[in-house]
């Protein structure tokens, strides 16, 4: 596989919640505690500091996790946003795009094909990987407006706030 792969158990909330626990708890918070605070297996919660991670709002120096500057700034109003905008370099997404932008249109068939075949996948099996991806697009893609998807046509395209030269 390809460049690491975006955790697919995130949502938008999950991350901005993370991000104001570490706010109320002075920027940093010991994982062990974090799993306390929030009710959640210390094993349930390494995808979604994975996450905040790979967006650049957490750093994570052995157990403790430390929120950065651009996490700081990640509020309701402008989180979509800020996960949009670093979206666009970590794959699965950073491939879509250059697919989509590439060739306008795509159906979910032809462009998970698409990514397969260049080494970006969730799951060996083409059905589950169909699957997962699809969920992860409609969750983090389409919820932030990176992407687009036609439910209708069963179509994916660039999303309308997305510029191009973004990737």
């Known amino acids: 596989m390809g460049g ?4 697919l158990v995130t949502e938008t909330s999950r991350i901005r919640a993370i991000l104001y626990m570490l706010k109320q ?8 505690r974090l799993a306390a605070e929030t009710e959640e297996q210390v094993d349930d919660l390494l995808p979604l500091v ?5 967006l ?4 994570i120096n052995r157990s403790v996790i430390k929120i950065t500057p651009a996490g700081r700034k990640v509020t309701f109003a402008n989180s979509l946003k800020m996960v949009r905008e670093r979206l666009v370099g970590i794959e699965p997404f950073k491939s879509a795009l250059k697919v989509l932008d590439k060739e306008g ?6 462009l998970f094909a698409n990514l397969r075949s260049n080494g970006v996948y969730l799951h060996g099996d083409k059905d589950m990987n ?5 969920k992860m697009f409609l969750r983090l893609g389409v919820r932030s407006k990176l992407l ?20």
Not at 4 to 7: A, H, K, N, S, V
Not at 50 to 54: D, G, N, V, W, Y
Not at 153 to 158: E, Q
């Open 105 to 110: 249109e795509m159906s979910t068939e032809a």
């Open 50 to 54: 994975e996450a905040c991670k790979m």
């Open 4 to 7: 690491e792969i975006f955790p």
């Open 25 to 32: 708890n002075g920027g940093s918070i010991e994982l062990a």
């Open 130 to 134: 169909e699957f997962l991806m699809r």
């Open 56 to 59: 650049g709002f957490i750093k």
């Open 148 to 167: 687009y998807y036609d439910t209708v046509r069963d179509v994916w395209t660039v999303g309308a706030t997305t510029s191009k030269k973004a990737h």
